[in-house]
Nanobody, 125 residues
Framework: QVQLVESGGGLVQAGGSLRLSCAASGRTFSLYAMGWFRQTPGKEREFVSA????????YYADFVKGRFTISRDNAKNTVYLQMNSLKPADTAVYYC??????????????????WGQGTQVTVSS
């Protein structure tokens, strides 16, 4: 069982930055791929970024490439999402997710095993 708690969301102006954190419980955090998804009202949860269990490979949705960076610190059981050059279109609830396994993390939200409660990110124009 893994419990995930996100933090770091908030209100920021367009062009600004935020760093989201996701703290995980459990001794086997390093065995999980981690992902970030986001969701706005009336829309399906969409993939933002993911990172392999080792942190050696990371993956991004096209709309965040070059602006967002995912990283993880297995010693701290934490995954991060650094978000730069934020746009109003980035406004959403951001969720972190965990999937047990060492393969390439999927971009489909049903394939993740555990979810955090979400943190709101609002980007004003």
């Amino acid at each position: 069982q893994v419990q995930l708690v996100e933090s770091g969301g908030g209100l920021v102006q367009a062009g600004g930055s935020l760093r989201l954190s996701c703290a995980a419980s459990g001794r086997t955090f390093s065995l999980y791929a981690m992902g970030w998804f986001r969701q706005t009202p009336g829309k399906e949860r969409e993939f933002v970024s993911a990172i392999r269990w080792s942190g050696g490979s990371s993956y991004y949705a096209d709309f965040v490439k070059g602006r967002f960076t995912i990283s993880r610190d297995n010693a701290k059981n934490t995954v991060y999402l650094q978000m730069n050059s934020l746009k109003p279109a980035d406004t959403a609830v951001y969720y972190c997710a965990a999937r047990r396994g060492v393969g390439v993390p999927p971009a489909l939200f049903p394939e993740y095993d555990y979810w955090g409660q979400g943190t709101q990110v609002t980007v004003s124009s």
